[in-house]
Every structure is written in structure tokens, then in C-alpha cells.
């Protein structure tokens, strides 16, 4: 298993470009989770989703959309970047409660995306 | 909405000796989750430890072991015999079970084992 697998890996973007991150995960997880990590802020939640087809805001949600159109996929969409969107972007997925698997509540990551706008 | 407090920005520790890290919440729920994750310059985030709140029993993983105290709202972090590959970013995060949408962090530890 792949496990928590996102795309790009590295960003550059101009203020005003648009890009999205690709996120894929192969657990069968139901919640999926996009977190922003800047220094000495920890994780912050942007949006996530408890299905397909279901997406719900976190804690820093504005300017940045998301879509969940397949359950193992969940794409995180910057329309207009700005320079406050610098930062690494993790996406994250856990099971949903209750599970039949035993000790499987904790949240898998992927490997992070640092991205750089000028 | 839950909150987690790791008050120690930074922590040092000797190689080879013992370092707690902790770390506090607030809650009203009576059923939760509770993890440790690693972080280390790789930036991947790499869970340590868990605990689930309705086990008396402290968790414990080789090296890593917690002091959960649930009326004080406590689950602090034991590293016993640290080793250089320890030094790194550490997160406490609180995952409730009735309302189990959101894992809630704290700001993390930045951990330096000196040689």
C-alpha cells in the first residue's frame, strides 16, 4: 500500500496563479483532511471531508476550495494565489468511528507539499 | 472546539537519558483518543503513540511511553535512552469519539538530542 500519496511535491507559483494539490490515499478511509503547517503555528485545518462527494471548512478555510469526487481522492485548489499561502500543505485521512479494525483511529499523512509564492 | 497546549516550544536532551514532553487539553467529552506524532527534518509526520482514554493502562511503544492522567487533562510524552534519530518536531493531537470529524494538535515540541 501506497498509503498517503501527494502531488506536487514542490511549488512555485506568481501572486495570481492558480494550482491545485492532488491527494490519493488507498485505505478505504472516509475522512480526508487538508492541514497548512507554518512555523511555530503547528497544523492548521483548512478543509476536510467526512465522504464523497461531502466537503466541510476547518479552522483557515478562505481562499482555498476543495472537492471530493472520488473517496480516495481529495484535491485542495488555490484560485488566486497570494504570498500568505506560502507554507507546506499536508493531507491527511483516518477512518471514520466506529471501525471494525482495532487501533485505527489515528490520522495517516502524506509526505507534504512546500509551496513558495512571489 | 477542543483545544490542545504543548507549552514547551523547545526541549534538550542528553543522548542516551530521559525527556518528558507535555502536553495538556480541554475537553468535555469522557470518550477520546489521544496521539503522539514525530516529525522529523523529512517533515513526513510519523505517529509514536496512542492512547484511548477509556484505558486506565499508559501506553507504551519500546522507548516511548505516556503518563496519561485523565481528570487533569494530561498525556505527556516519556522518551527513555534517546537516540539522535529522536531529534525532531513533536505533536500531541486529541481525537474525540462521539464527534470524531476533527484531530485537534497542538504546536508542537522541537526536540534536540545532544550528543
Known amino acids: 500500500n501506497a498509503g498517503v500519496t501527494q502531488t506536487p511535491k514542490f511549488r512555485v507559483l506568481k501572486t495570481g496563479q492558480s494550482m491545485t494539490l492532488l491527494c490519493a490515499q488507498d485505505m478505504n478511509h472516509e475522512y480526508m483532511y487538508w492541514y497548512r503547517q507554518d512555523p511555530g503555528m503547528g497544523l492548521r485545518l483548512i478543509h476536510y471531508s467526512v465522504g464523497e462527494g461531502t466537503t466541510a471548512k476547518g479552522e483557515v478555510p478562505d481562499g482555498y476550495n476543495v472537492s471530493r469526487l472520488k473517496k480516495q481522492n481529495f484535491l485542495l485548489g488555490l484560485e488566486s494565489a497570494a504570498p500568505s499561502q506560502t507554507s507546506v500543505y499536508f493531507c491527511?485521512?483516518?477512518?471514520?468511528?466506529?471501525?471494525?479494525?482495532?487501533?485505527?483511529?489515528?490520522?495517516?499523512f502524506g509526505p507534504g507539499t512546500r509551496l513558495t509564492v512571489t | 472546539a477542543q483545544t490542545v497546549t504543548q507549552s514547551q516550544p523547545e526541549m534538550s536532551v542528553q543522548e542516551a537519558e530521559t525527556v518528558t514532553l507535555s502536553c495538556t487539553y480541554d475537553?468535555?467529552?469522557?470518550?477520546?483518543?489521544l496521539f503522539w506524532y514525530k516529525q522529523p527534518p523529512s517533515r513526513q509526520m510519523i505517529l509514536v503513540i496512542r492512547?484511548?482514554?477509556?484505558?486506565?493502562q499508559n501506553a507504551t511503544e519500546n522507548r516511548f511511553s505516556v503518563n496519561f492522567q485523565k481528570a487533569a487533562k494530561s498525556f505527556s510524552l516519556k522518551i527513555s535512552d534517546s537516540q539522535l534519530g529522536d531529534a525532531a518536531m513533536y505533536f500531541c493531537a486529541y481525537r474525540a469519539t462521539n464527534t470524531g470529524n476533527q484531530f485537534y494538535f497542538g504546536t508542537g515540541t522541537s526536540l534536540t538530542v545532544i550528543p
Open positions: 475537553t468535555s467529552e469522557s470518550d477520546y483518543y
Open positions: 491527511a485521512s483516518s477512518n471514520s468511528f466506529p471501525s471494525s479494525l482495532p487501533l485505527a483511529y489515528e490520522q495517516y
Open positions: 492512547q484511548e482514554a477509556y484505558k486506565q
